[in-house]
């Protein structure tokens, strides 16, 4: 079965430090993959997706970046974290086949200072 | 512009009863509608999917609809438990797209 690992669960960062959170999909191959961020109380707001790997497709311009390095590798970073970056990260994978059912990862929630 | 919107405010219901979660759309074209399910600190986890040719989808206690002509899906649960209480969320995804676009959800809390 598929499974999909999201860490770290929880990351304190102060403001203009960097940041790398990682997912990894374990059990399917050519994910279709995917970074959100949801702010407190709001609905999720799609940054990144990726339909294979070295391709990204940025949705929100902003001070993030995403890399796929391998198939099953899905990397959200930040050479230097704002405040407003704060929020709950979701990596979520699906399998591209025009059926787009998301399985998403627990998520970090981040908080910048 | 676009927008998908739900009620943000909490639905309160008594247990059993029927909850009823509206979605409405603009400026889109959904191929699929999905809905979700999200509790406090938790990934979103996938209910139903209901396609655009498709009116109607049950599963257990959980009907959708789906009016392309009124821009509309409806979230029924049925038998409300306490248990079901979350929040719930739906998101589109447009023909031509791969990538789902989500709605700000609505908070169902079911009282004993």
């Known amino acids: 079965s598929q499974t999909i690992h999201q860490w770290p669960a929880t990351l304190v960062q102060p403001v203009g430090s960097p940041l790398s959170l990682e997912c990894t999909v374990e059990?399917?191959?050519?994910?279709?993959l995917y970074w959100y961020r949801q702010a407190a109380g709001r609905g999720l707001q799609l940054l990144f997706y990726?339909?294979?790997?070295?391709?990204i497709s940025s949705e929100v311009p902003q001070n993030l970046s995403a890399s796929r390095p391998q198939d099953r590798q899905f990397i959200l970073s930040s050479k230097k974290l704002l405040l407003s970056d704060s929020g709950f990260y979701l990596c979520?994978?699906?399998?591209?086949?025009?059926?787009?059912?998301?399985?998403f990862g627990s998520g970090t929630q981040l908080s910048v200072l | 512009s676009q927008k998908i919107e739900q009620n943000s405010e909490a639905l309160n219901i008594q247990e059993g009863k029927t909850a009823t979660l509206t979605c409405n759309y603009t400026?889109?074209?959904?191929?699929?509608l999905q809905w979700y399910r999200q509790d406090p600190g938790r990934g979103p986890v996938f209910l139903l999917l209901?396609?655009?040719?498709?009116k109607e989808k049950r599963k257990e206690r959980l009907k959708v609809t789906f009016d392309t002509t009124l821009k509309q899906s409806l979230f029924h649960i049925t038998a409300s438990q306490p248990a079901d209480s979350a929040t719930y969320l739906c998101?589109?995804?447009?023909?031509?797209?791969?990538?789902?676009?989500f709605g700000g959800g609505t908070r169902v809390l079911v009282k004993p």
């Open positions: 979520a994978w699906s399998a591209g086949t025009g059926d787009e059912k998301l399985f």
């Open positions: 059990g399917t191959s050519n994910p279709n």
């Open positions: 990726s339909v294979g790997i070295g391709q």
């Open positions: 400026n889109y074209s959904p191929a699929y």
């Open positions: 209901i396609r655009e040719n498709e």
């Open positions: 998101a589109l995804e447009e023909a031509a797209g791969n990538k789902l676009t």
